[in-house]
């Protein structure tokens, strides 16, 4: 591939907005050539439009990208969408039918049944359900993708080992989130200093039910949902970055912690086959001191891609506990869909754009 | 009562120790006339032992108290120990064979058969095991009784109605505890900016033993330990008092979340109906707004004896979920163990010292 | 005085609102009949409208008072005001032409020529300026007192006494300021974790003319601003409540560390003369440790209205250096506010309204 | 150059220490071959001497290394120090008596007459102090460099380009400095979480000392300290990376904000010259933005190298006001160290160590 595929970025103010141009600045695959928001700052230069909010330089390359409304035509060929929920479902719609690969971070779309809920190393034969949504929506060309909540997916990759090879019937989760999740401005400095905050808006829920879908099997071209339950308890702690699960799991089958470590240590999936640009070679990292993983220490670890285990103990209510951490706004956000759009280049998944 | 009993304090120069002396300070039945410490200060004035690290200034009432070492003969009839582990043992013991009443806050003890782990809301009937204590140690007029570990007793106190009234099966406690629960110099800052760590020595083992005993029942002249299980995972966070717990029940019979409530908020016992000074009007304070407790907001209520819960809800796995929270030096440590003297006196059970 | 002044308050829904009603509860000399807000929370009552965010429970005495829109009339003879200073400048003329005391802690009329910018330890005669008030805006028995913004006071106070007895040439003034500071939701979280800004809006330039302003002396019925020089960088740091200032000084006359010191801890004014309710009994606390003030051991000295002073040292390009520390919400805000009510009061100025 | 020089790290278990093995990991020059620190781990190797505090691994090259005690004859020809004040000057004086480069961190030698204490972009010519040294102390091909405070090289830095076209007459500096600078454990997390601490051991002195030290000129074979008067004030925030200092200078010579401006963000020394590899190409980063600069934003700047100033303002009171930002175990500490060996190199200044 000796040209790079143009993308534009709905949301592009925002926190995850921004990660996604860190993340694809000197990117081999991606170029980004169109910048959307449903703020204020449309019409605006991206340098004017946008308090640059990571650490560095705005990248050179989109400062003087002028920042548009979040409807097509924008000049690329797929977009990366982390639009605020109340804005994501009609204007993500709108670019799919305009034939844009959409590939979104928002949660609007994840539990549709025609909509892939996608994490590559975990589910990538979900993306046969493109053909149902192509024909029940009557996309002529676009689709729409999604990543999970960012919550969801180092729960979800941390199970999907375990699940594979021992069953999980029970999940018992209880995370420690950073502040990053919340967005800009989101959480109040006085709401979190010296403070914990037992709430977060529908994530509970969403933990839930996306772990069922994401771990569920294709059956009939359509999703069914993995036969276990689960239960989250959520909770916002004064961290900047690097969500944090305390989970329990009772499995099918009867195993040792040493076989849940290496059940996690040595997992590698299609992304690692295919060296995905974005994918970790490790994607679950298991650290064996007993106060492991720690936000500050492993957030970074796989370039942000890697979830990290510790903690593996046999648990005196279901049969063993482990403590579980990924990079929320990396693996958890804009990271989850440019590997995304990664494996569909690699499986030849394009959207049929002729007008653009 | 005219004449106020006379108290020492072992481990006076401590975080645990100040909160003794800050609460005791105008306290109607005691009065602070020994001190004691294990470390270098030893022979000092107290204010020139001790760094004062709590908000407000040392009581002039102890400034110029001697730190002894922490033997007896002192100066006293009772003495409140949060001494460290590593010497309470033997130093506790010394002062109950000398015949002096301890009220320890620390571990050594607390799992021993015949010393009671007290609650006065939950398990004063526990109080029963001095009697056995006197028998098999020995001892003449002194005895020992314990207050559970700081993040034991929000946990405990949360399940004492519940179980009570719909039989608690498996409780699963996971903790954000606050840095206060580490004594000082404790938690290294560069451990805990802009972190969690998901390691506390000791803390789970503790949290699931010491919960089994203080809702077990008096049989036979000693404790039958609860018939239900107990998994704790337990958390550091950045908070500089009030430990918090996001937990899960399964019950033996059925309920309903405005049963739960009700059970929790409607609970009084014995120190409520004593009066007893340090006791809360209300144990259990029930919040229903979507986002609390919070340790910032909460953990001083009753004046930092009371622990409250919120966030009850359905689970998906287990039959409840909560949220629970209290103040870890004052419930979790020097107020229970001043609550449990002032159960002591009201009971009329005294160390019989003639000595002194 | 047998009967409580009626009070209302502006912006009741706010940070320094709710402080207002913390301070006013139980005090002997007013109490608070009215509420108004210049926000969506109109027409509610108090509990419905706004989310209590002090530590504690709203007072009961408030719950269910109505929610007005800041314009007269209200239900009472003194307003205290924290309105946003975009509309309090009209609402608190509107509230003085009607016939009402006013005391603000708005910045909209502080630097007003004929408005009393009042510290009652300070600058008590400034009161004078009321007479040319009412005069020149004519009004009928209404007035409009202020008092300083939050990091002005601190150092207003710690210089008061130092200029009194060996003249200020000139200040050099850097804060580090808490995040209550700025109302809720004030900060972004993600702002200040791990970080701190060196930038509030306007601050410096208000700090610096207000301290010229209150150590002003009065001249031909006007305040004739202090012949200092004043320097302020101002900086917000993770704290939640406290206020800090490095400070350097020239004097005009020589002294001693000791002599600053006694200046300092021995000054008492007015307030503690006539015993006010909420006036400290030693306005400025000195301490000897070299590591104090600090934010969280003393910011709620005398109840949060003393100033905290320590490190009082030789300096190498000024003549001395210290620190100082106030409450910013209470000393520096509602406190500050509630003492100059009280002042008025016992220097009988009242509002003279008959319609009420 | 091919072969890399072998260097050994004294203190190598420490937050600085760790540093130095991050920033030596791949560097083009030197290679880590010897380790040594005075505590207990003496004789482990690496891995399991030292608990790893940096995100990220400890690099797979020094994990078997052995800790060795901190003297001489170690396995290398220069050895880069940390070690702590008390046994510094004995251990760093040992290693030059006995022909190694000593490149230290340590205060231990800073102050002393014939020791460089060098900032390659400020002050290299004060290498003409090792010809004194050599004499003075006997040295037989060793020799020992340092490299100032965490605190002062931002404020040196900064000064720097100013002096040298306005001269410097008066500056105030006052500091918000983070944890790391004060190793590990370090500051207690109870010391600092809400709060600020108003004093570092011995730092304002260092300071004040140090910067006229490294701002003086050659004069007759030793340094003649800097024509001007020092003023600091230190306090430690809640912050894990990143110094910052408000400064203010008064100057010999007229000037606008555009002057200092440009002065900075244009200056240019001889590590950019020489394309040294640890030296930003921009040594000084001028920020415009008003909110700037903050330690997480620019703590990496320039790899972590570069000190950020922005708020470049007319002063009341002096004549200009400024904030300095530096990443305080980067260009403070580890990577101040690193750029002053690869300055030696390129000057060809080598210890003559024959035995080695």
Known sequence: MNKKMRVGILGATGTVGQRFIQLL???PQFEVTALAASDRSQGKPYHAACA???????PESVRSLPVNAP???LDCELVFSSLPSGVAREAEEAFARAGYAVISNSSAFRMDEDVPLLIPEVNHEHLALLETQ?????????FIVTNPNCSTVMLAMALAPIHARFGVEQVI????QALSGAGYPGVASLDIADNVVPFIESEEEKMEAETLKILGRMSDSRVEGAGMQVSAQCHRVNVTDGHMAAVRVKLSRPAQVEDLSDALSSWRSLPQELRLHSAPSQ???VRQEKDRPQPRLDRDAGRGMSVTVGRIRPDSVMDFRFVALSHNTIRG???AAVLNAELLIAKNIHAKTSAK
């Open 134 to 142: 192509r024909k029940t929506r009557n996309f002529d060309g676009g």
């Open 283 to 285: 994607p679950i990292i």
């Open 25 to 27: 600045e000197d990117h």
């Open 52 to 58: 640059w909010r990571l650490p560095g330089e705005m």
């Open 173 to 176: 989760a209880t995370t420690m």
């Open 71 to 73: 409807q097509p035509p």
């Open 333 to 335: 956000a804009a990271g």
